[in-house]
């Protein structure tokens, strides 16, 4: 197989949380257009459905599943579901993520909660179910979008919840990485830069982007489309011997 082919996702099962926007729609596309089966969950059947479509108009097969990734009950039925009905899971994507602005000092406990909640635990409950079909299988491959703020604080915006999160996220994916190994499951993480999506686009966040790219060394923020080629080589063959990795993708904000 030329080293090109191990690239394509031909017959591969995905999941893709939070699949529905931003990043995560991005990564749904990328993962079709290599040639996997891609089925996207979240919490908002509008814009799931508008993924879809324009996954299947690419000849594979999707579905959207609403799924609340922090719900146990959820994520254990979003993966069943495409176990189910494709017979099998191949690929993981662990995408969904929030986060607030607040001063640590003023942060209510909902809001770490919630944050926590989604990133951390969110991405944990996702890897576990995967897992629990991947593991009989003896193949799969987990990919978690964690963040440079697993490394970085970043600045202006004041977010002690989310780079804890983020740092987790990190972290949990060596661990599941090591559990893991054994049973031919390869986890791995991708840590975006700041990229342009709704998130960011927020009109709180629009006085930051200055500082953002400022901060960026190729000073500019990331095109959703330049984060795909890091989670296809990931989820792929072309990384068999990959695991355990944070694979950051930031224009060079963390090496300053
Ligand atoms: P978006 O807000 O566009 O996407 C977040 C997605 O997660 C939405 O589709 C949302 O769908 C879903 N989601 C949120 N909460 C839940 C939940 N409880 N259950 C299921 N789905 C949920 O943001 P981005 O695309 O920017 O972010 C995607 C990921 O990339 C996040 O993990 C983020 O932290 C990370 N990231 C983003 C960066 C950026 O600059 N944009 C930089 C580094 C990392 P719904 O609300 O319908 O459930």
């Given at each position: 197989m030329?080293v ?8 591969r ?9 931003g ?6 596309q990328?993962?079709a ?6 089925a996207v969950?979240?919490?908002t059947a509008?814009t799931l ?15 959207a599943?609403?799924?609340d ?10 993966v069943q ?6 017979g ?6 662990n995408?969904a993520?929030?986060?607030?602005w607040?001063?640590a ?9 919630r944050?926590?909640?989604?990133n951390l635990?969110?991405?944990?409950l996702c ?5 629990r079909v ?11 979008v964690?963040?440079?703020?697993a490394?970085?604080i ?5 977010q002690a919840?989310y ?7 990190v ?6 990485a090591?559990?893991w ?5 390869r986890?791995?993480a ?7 999506t709704?998130m ?16 960026t060394?190729m000073g ?7 984060i ?5 080589f990931?989820?792929?063959d072309?990384a ?7 694979l950051?993708v930031?224009g060079g904000?963390?090496?300053?």
């Amino acid at each position: 197989m030329s080293v090109l082919d191990r690239f394509r996702l031909d017959g591969r099962r995905a999941l893709v949380t939070g699949g529905g926007t931003g990043i995560g729609k991005g990564l749904a596309q990328a993962l079709a257009e290599a040639g996997a089966d891609v089925a996207v969950c979240g919490r908002t059947a509008a814009t799931l459905d508008v993924t879809v479509a324009e996954i299947e108009s690419r000849g594979v097969r999707s579905k959207a599943i609403h799924a609340d990734v922090t719900s146990a009950d959820d994520v254990r039925a979003a993966v069943q579901a495409v176990a189910d009905d494709w017979g099998g899971l191949d690929i993981a994507v662990n995408n969904a993520g929030i986060t607030t602005w607040v001063d640590a000092v003023d942060m209510p406990e909902d809001d770490w909660d919630r944050v926590l909640d989604t990133n951390l635990k969110g991405v944990f409950l996702c890897s576990q179910e995967a897992a629990r079909v991947m593991i009989p299988q003896g193949r799969g491959a987990i990919v978690n979008v964690a963040s440079i703020s697993a490394q970085i604080i970043n600045r202006p915006q004041q977010q002690a919840h989310y780079s804890a999160s983020k740092a987790g996220v990190v972290h949990l994916t060596r661990a599941l990485a090591a559990e893991w190994a054994e049973h031919g499951v390869r986890v791995n993480a991708v840590s975006p830069g700041y990229t342009r999506t709704e998130m960011v686009n927020a009109p709180h966040m629009i006085p930051a982007r200055p500082i953002w790219t400022r901060d960026t060394p190729m000073g500019r923020m990331a095109e959703i489309e330049e984060i795909q080629g890091a989670v296809v080589f990931l989820a792929s063959d072309a990384a068999a011997f990959v695991t355990g990795h944070d694979l950051v993708v930031d224009g060079g904000v963390t090496a300053w």
